[in-house]
């Protein structure tokens, strides 16, 4: 089993910043991969930003150039800076990752980031 703990969202101001967090705990040795959902009111689960096995970062188009997916390996966490943010990124943001056993793919509970105009 893997567990991800989420944390860090909140609410700003168009044109802020927020960081989130996401602490992976368990079987972290088959971990292959790990990145970011979200999800906004009445839409489906779409994809943001992820760590491939091999290292290299992915980014929605909508979210280059404003987000930054980096990584503490020490502290097996994970973490998705937000910057010039916009009301349309409001949304519940899921951390993800991937285990080679199964495989099986799993979920944080979940953080809620609000973007006021």
């Known amino acids: 089993q893997v567990q991800l703990v989420e944390s860090g969202g909140g609410l700003v101001q168009a044109g802020g910043s927020l960081r989130l967090s996401c602490a992976a705990s368990g079987i972290i040795f088959s971990i292959n991969g790990m990145g970011w959902y979200r999800q906004a009111p009445g839409k489906q689960r779409e994809f943001v930003a992820a760590?491939?096995?091999?290292?290299?970062?992915n980014y929605a188009d909508s979210v280059k150039g404003r987000f930054t997916i980096s990584r503490d390996n020490a502290k097996n966490t994970v973490y998705l800076q937000m910057n010039i943010l916009k009301p349309e990124d409001t949304a519940v943001y899921y951390c993800?990752?991937?285990?080679?056993?199964?495989?099986?793919?799993?979920w944080g509970q979940g953080t809620q980031v609000t973007v006021s105009s």
């Open positions: 760590f491939s096995s091999g290292g290299t970062t």
């Open positions: 993800n990752a991937d285990s080679q056993i199964g495989p099986r793919r799993y």
